[in-house]
């Protein structure tokens, strides 16, 4: 079973540097794509917003500064006091932190009383009793409505349904329980097996 789970990891980890194995898990090998794609946006979006240091005119700005007075070395030292509750105020905000991260990341549906996980912008996880069911019948109100999708099965009895996002897609959604976000070109959702 560990060398199962080894393996595993192993694969995410080569699909999460962008060399995915062939033969490794195709949940597992989307789900590392869908998280690299997210850090690789997230890191390039902060590259963009980001000064750069060796442009000239930082180091000018750095000279007035200096030069004006305004740019000093701190010599001040926070006091015992201070950094006595420095460090478990530290801690408390770290905690409060994620427990708002972790609530975030998920939505209870209040029709079904279902969980579900929001993954990277427009793709959704929902798990149900019957992912087999659900998907057929998702995909059945899509025909029937002219719109085009995507049904892919993955190991474990996991099914993707990719959507062109559209008023009539997403109303569809939500006539099946499901809600997702309106402000996405396509919608991307995981649907799984509860546990």
Do not use: C
């Amino acid at each position: 079973m560990t060398n199962e789970i080894d393996r595993d990891n192993e694969d995410w980890l080569q699909a999460i540097a962008g060399e995915p194995r062939l033969d490794a898990d195709k949940f597992t090998n989307a789900h590392a794509a869908a998280i690299r794609k997210a850090l690789l946006n997230r890191a390039q979006a902060q590259n963009e917003e980001a000064p750069d240091a060796s442009d000239a005119g930082y180091h000018r700005l750095l000279f007035r500064l200096k030069r004006e007075g305004l740019l000093k070395p701190l010599t001040h030292q926070a006091s015992n006091t201070t950094s006595f509750f420095a460090r478990p105020l530290a801690i408390a905000a770290v905690f409060f932190l994620g427990a708002i991260v972790v609530f975030h990341s998920y939505q209870i549906n209040e029709e079904s009383k279902e969980i579900l996980y929001k993954g990277e912008s427009g793709q959704f996880i929902t798990r149900v009793e019957d992912p087999e069911k659900v998907a057929v019948a998702i995909a059945n109100s899509l025909k029937t409505n002219g719109i085009a999708y995507q049904l892919i099965e993955l190991p474990r009895g996991t099914k993707q349904l990719i959507i062109p996002s559209s008023a009539e897609a997403i109303k569809i959604l939500i006539d099946h329980k499901i809600k997702v976000r309106s402000d996405t070109r396509s919608i991307d959702i995981l649907i799984e097996r509860k546990k």
